[in-house]
């Protein structure tokens, strides 16, 4: 599974924004799938996750109410759409996926199955 990131970029806050992360191969259907960030000088966190159906979600408490992560299998694609940006959310976001899902091992973001390259994301003041 190959992934690309897409959809960061400059925005004030308040603002929105929606990445986009579209997956190679057949089997996207089958992978957890979601997003991760790494602000400059700080570790990579958790963001959301998303089950393969769609059907489940998971949120760290950080961006809970203000981010939505879905996923479209028919286009291969996840996006994570963000509102009400703040200058705290700043970072590079990526995106992951991984075969299941277990909460200690998604927030401490380790051993994802594949990994994308980030985007980033820069919210002004």
């Known amino acids: 599974v190959q992934l690309q990131a897409s959809g960061g970029g400059l925005v004030q806050a308040g603002g929105s924004l929606r990445l986009s992360c579209a997956a190679s191969g057949r089997t996207f259907s089958r992978y957890y799938m979601g997003w991760f960030r790494q602000a400059p000088g700080k570790e990579r966190e958790f963001v959301a996750a998303?089950?393969?159906?769609?059907?489940?979600?998971y949120y760290a408490d950080s961006v809970k109410g203000r981010f939505t992560i879905s996923r479209d299998n028919a286009k291969n694609t996840v996006y994570l759409r963000m509102n009400s940006l703040k200058p705290e959310d700043t970072a590079v976001y990526y995106c992951?996926?991984?075969?299941?899902?277990?909460?200690?091992?998604?927030?401490?973001?380790?051993?994802?199955?594949?990994w994308g390259k980030g985007t980033l994301v820069t919210v002004s003041s």
């Open positions: 992951a996926a991984d075969l299941s899902y277990t909460r200690s091992r998604w927030y401490a973001a380790d051993g994802m199955d594949y």
């Open positions: 998303i089950s393969g159906s769609g059907g489940s979600t």
